[in-house]
DNA sequence: GCGCTATATTGATGTTTATCAATCTATTCG
DNA sequence: CGAATAGATTGATAAACATCAATATAGCGC
């Protein structure tokens, strides 16, 4: 089988580029990276059930809220948050004492549109 | 704000039950580990790279071709294929002296309705 | 059976990660 | 200012992970 070629402008602004053979172009080494480093911060339980729990908070949800949902520490919590947030995955707005936690969308979308590319459109 | 209450029947057969109020069951702890047992396996951006190729060869993809994609030597890519294998995100089929790998959907699928239940279907 | 080839497994090693206890920072309230 | 509270940071430790070299397995052709 010939080899894929490596698409080179994959995170460039593709806006009315017109390319030969998309579906040829693979996901760059960078691309891999930075997508890799989201699926990898919610490849956790934890993390994962962190970013569900926000997701249904409606924005209104601190840490001390989250901690009564886990047999963990306060400070754990609280590094399993940075590793959400160093991904962009939720966003912090800090309220007097409080710090309220919420999930961003666009590296969502992101994950998406990623998993869409792999297939899996079909039925079963 | 109230705790959310855990969904005891989240991986069971939901076809025509009809919760009080779905919106407010969160995920439980057992599909957090099998989800983010998938996620976790393409959170790294050699498996994700060998998901992007599979998904593009066409099924017709066996081991030495992927190697000439990556600068690792033949066992750790035969690792990475076994750790997505575990997960249920590739499958193998033997012809021969090769292997052929390819994507299988419906783990993709449960990844996107899980990207899904956690919003940013919004613009932007 | 014998050599060749494709892939998997094992064992070792260095790196990363998850977790906790202890401590620090910053904000509110008196 | 001082006490209380929410949350972050640091440091330590044990577990998990990525990688390679070496070896094993298994199918093919002679």
Not at 47 to 58: A, E, N, P, W, Y
Not at 60 to 65: E, L, N, R
Not at 82 to 109: F, M, N, P, T
Request: with cysteine; proline share 6%.
């Amino acid at each position: 089988m010939a080899k894929i070629p490596l698409d080179p402008i994959a995170n460039a602004d593709q806006t009315d580029v017109c390319l030969p053979q998309p579906i040829l172009l693979r996901l760059s080494p960078d691309s891999a990276r930075r997508l890799a480093g989201i699926l990898k911060a919610m490849g956790h339980p934890v993390r994962l059930q962190i970013m569900d729990i926000l997701s249904r908070g409606g924005g209104q949800m601190c840490v001390c809220d989250l901690e009564q949902y886990f047999d963990l520490t306060q400070p754990t919590i609280s590094h399993h948050l940075k590793v959400l947030r160093a991904e962009g995955l939720i966003d912090a707005e800090q309220k007097g004492l409080w710090i309220y936690y919420h999930v961003r969308a666009s590296a969502l979308k992101a994950m998406r549109a990623l998993l869409l590319s792999f297939g899996g459109n079909e039925d079963g």
